[in-house]
């Protein structure tokens, strides 16, 4: 039993960097993956748990987003997502004694790594005003606190909800419904952050802010492009799908600034071949400079009208805006395209030809697309392509953004959004009797600003880390601090919970491994998968402590201390039968009718996808609309590089598990950047060396995050790549995503100063 976590705090430490290399990726054998859950588990309840994830019959991993097919293999998880669920069914506890041992400032100096290495936290903890650590509280008084501040405020807009991805259908349709029926539509969520400008652009263009893909339609394509996206790192189990596809005869083409361990080499451990061969999945690298990538996709569609290569009948029965599109399409330059992309004429050429000979191409993309300036016109322009080829609502093809975290997208289906759409909002006040506010609330980067502004006054968060995912992390914990109350629903510990407001509480949960027993019996919640499959999640370990509460009931119970008799919603029925809950969401949410029996279907059931299903476009024009922007791509001052933030293959969004990353050759620490050989060499920036990386915006403040080993490694010309969260504090708040405000994390300009 491995329940001792670690007492110093080693991600401070050097790190150690081997030549870079680029290791054959996959999901890790069975034996060396219940190695690393022994270390949290121990090796029975590790070996139960394990068996159990992704399975109908079992719970959803809460790691990523990606979906399952009909067949599920024994082993259903990879090597993350077994990271993930030891994570949470971990053995280690923080206890009330734990927080006594350390103070506020104590916890404010130790890294995320060792914050989540404690284990679970076992009781309501509350930080008064004025206090230097937190104490255990009940949970009357903990809702009694909320209760005192939110009904104190001087209008419910002072307030701000936010949503973690790994909140289920179930608590997220109550918070919404809480932070509405007290009278907000500030419900900012992790979603703002990352894949808000797909959701932008994709509703303008067909209707539906998600994918139109499923699973089955990546095993039929013809061609699937890998746009800005790291499977082998962030989504493990989509190698596998991409492997299935190649054997079926289809052609990838991989779209990165950095080559990536997956794309190149993939051994899948659950075949014999496929852990001695292993499968080269990439076709064709293109090894495009950060930002450049609406250049490119603009040039293509040239080169695809210019060779009359498109679906003439689907342009004129299913479209709108083509000749103003192709217009524009047809002034785009070869030479600014090469500029802008750092691609050769041969290799842009390679692709065209691989897209015309494909009748059924998939396009897939992640943050490397989603978080700059021009992120909506870039994938705008993805669109457009899919529309030319008529690659929309036809089997084997589509758009298929690739969202990160498990119920990312489900989140937002049951109503978590600052700008609801109106037909919600009067199903919703129908069902409930309510008026819902019809002001558009706040996104991530408005509320850090409200807080910052002294605009609001409470934050309440249902799950992640808000402090170590969001951008400028200075003027964000500045902004946190000026709160009177935070408030953050946990399972364990991380930075957030050392950034308080005045007085501070946290409220701990059950996780998605743990059973859920409520009065009406054992209860079940579900999720919504990144390809709009809606299924059940079952946990089966006993809860980490007797004083845990589901998420759906302290959302209910807040709901009573909060609003009180006034409220004619049945808070406490939500709470002892979640089925009650799902009743409702039938009555509210298109696509959810009857529910209760349809999710009781193993594998739960499909959402409608109109474009998909029918070729039908819910837009205002009534048709997919083609779109024209100028073409937009980063300038890099000289003596500069971009940086782009990402993770290393040891972590999972904020969360990190280790402190290597084999498949960058790097060990034992974090604070690493990589660059490119020449550029370094003209920098003179050695391999080895410390540098301080400052962020240069036109604000002119200095943004500063020092002490990174320089890494020589083969990123594109002109870019640098660092992980984040610890590389936050260069991406200013104000820097995001046009119409969208997804902070631009994969575009900054930075300069390199001696250590």
């Known amino acids: 039993m491995a329940a001792k976590p670690p007492a110093g705090d080693p991600v401070q430490d050097a790190p150690q960097v081997a030549p870079p290399k680029h290791a054959a990726a996959g999901l890790p054998a069975i034996g060396h993956t219940l190695k690393i859950a022994q270390e949290q588990m121990g090796l029975v309840r590790a070996t139960r748990t394990l068996l159990k994830v992704n399975q109908k019959d079992g719970f959803d991993c809460p790691g990523c987003a990606w979906p399952e097919g009909d067949k599920r293999h024994t082993a259903e998880f990879c090597e993350n997502g077994a990271k993930a669920v030891a994570e949470e069914a971990t053995l280690r506890r923080v206890t009330p004694e734990f927080f006594a041992a350390h103070p506020l400032a104590d916890l404010a100096t130790r890294s995320g790594y060792w914050l989540g290495q404690q284990g679970r936290i076992t009781e309501p903890m509350y930080l008064p005003e004025g206090g230097d650590r937190y104490e255990a509280v009940s949970w009357e008084r903990a809702f009694a606190i909320i209760a005192e501040e939110l009904r104190a405020l001087g209008s419910p807009d002072e307030a701000l909800f936010y949503t973690s991805g790994r909140t289920s259908n179930e608590a997220a349709f109550l918070f919404q419904l809480f932070a509405r029926e007290f009278g907000t539509n500030n419900l900012p969520d992790c979603s703002n952050m990352c894949h808000e400008s797909s959701g932008s652009a994709l509703t303008e263009t ?35 799908a991409l492997e299935q596809a190649k054997s079926a005869g289809a052609k990838i083409i991989s779209v990165n600034p950095l080559p990536e361990a997956g794309m190149e080499r993939f051994k899948n451990p659950q075949t014999p071949l496929g852990m001695l061969k292993g499968t080269a999945l990439n076709d064709l690298f293109l090894q495009i400079r950060i930002g450049g990538d609406q250049a490119l996709f603009r040039l293509l569609n040239k080169l695809v009208l210019e060779a009359g290569a498109t679906d003439e009948a689907f342009i004129r029965e299913h479209t709108h805006g083509y000749e103003q599109f192709a217009a524009t399409a047809k002034e785009a330059d070869w030479d600014e395209t090469l500029k802008a992309t750092g691609l050769t004429r041969p ?40 529309l030319l080829r008529g690659d929309i609502g036809r089997p ?48 991530v980067v408005r509320s850090i600003q409200a807080l910052r502004d002294g605009e609001a006054k409470v934050f309440f968060a249902m799950g992640g880390n808000f402090v170590g995912a969001t951008p400028d992390t200075e003027v964000t914990e500045a902004a946190i601090r000026r709160a009177r109350l935070t408030v953050h629903v946990s399972t364990k510990l991380n930075r957030s919970h050392a950034v308080t407001g005045r007085r501070a509480l946290i409220l701990p949960t059950l996780g998605r491994t743990d059973k859920d027993v409520q009065a009406g019996g054992k209860q079940f ?12 999640s079952r946990g089966n370990l006993a809860p980490a402590s007797p004083h845990l509460l589901s998420e759906p009931a302290i959302v209910a119970r807040m709901a009573r201390a909060v609003l009180g008799e006034a409220s004619r919603t049945p808070w406490e029925e939500f709470e002892k039968d979640y089925g009650t809950i799902r009743e409702r969401i039938s009555r509210v949410v298109p696509g959810f009718e009857d529910f209760n029996a349809r999710v009781a279907r193993p594998g739960g059931f499909q959402l409608p996808h109109a474009p998909r299903d029918e070729r039908r476009f819910p837009t205002k024009t009534g048709k997919a609309n083609f779109t024209a922007a100028p073409v937009e791509y980063p300038k890099i001052p000289e003596g ?4 782009q933030t990402l993770r290393s293959h040891d972590q999972y969004n904020t969360t990190i598990y280790g402190l290597d990353d084999r498949y960058r050759g790097i060990t034992g620490g974090r604070r690493v950047v990589m660059v490119n050989p020449e550029d370094a060499a003209e920098l003179g920036l050695a391999d080895g060396s410390y540098t301080d990386l400052v962020s240069e915006w036109k604000d002119d403040v200095e943004r500063r995050a020092p002490g990174f080993r320089v890494v020589h490694y083969p990123t594109a010309r002109g870019c640098a790549a ?22 631009a994390s994969k575009s900054v300009v930075v300069r390199f100063e001696p250590a």
């Open 206 to 240: 067909i209707g539906v802010g998600k994918g139109s893909v499923s699973l089955e339609d990546l095993h039929q394509a013809d061609l699937i492009i890998v746009a800005g996206q790291n499977p082998g790192t962030n989504h493990p189990r989509m190698l596998s």
């Open 347 to 386: 290799e842009i050429e390679r692709a065209l030809a691989m897209i015309l000979a494909s009748r059924r191409t998939i396009v897939c993309w992640a943050m490397g697309l989603t978080q700059h300036k021009h992120s909506v016109a870039t994938i705008r322009e993805v669109v457009n392509l899919l």
């Open 396 to 443: 084997g093809a589509g758009v298929c953004p690739v969202r990160g975290h498990s119920n990312v997208q489900g989140d937002r289906t049951m109503g978590i959004f600052e700008r609801p759409a109106p037909a919600f909002l009067d199903a919703l006040d129908r069902e409930f009797r309510i008026t819902s506010p019809r002001q558009h609330g706040f996104d």
């Open 525 to 536: 919640v579900t999720v919504e998968d990144s390809m709009g499959m809606v299924h059940a």
């Open 640 to 643: 500069r590089l971009l940086l």
């Open 722 to 743: 660092a992980y984040y969260p610890e590389t936050n504090v260069l991406v200013p708040l104000d820097s995001t995503a046009d119409t969208s405000n997804t902070p």
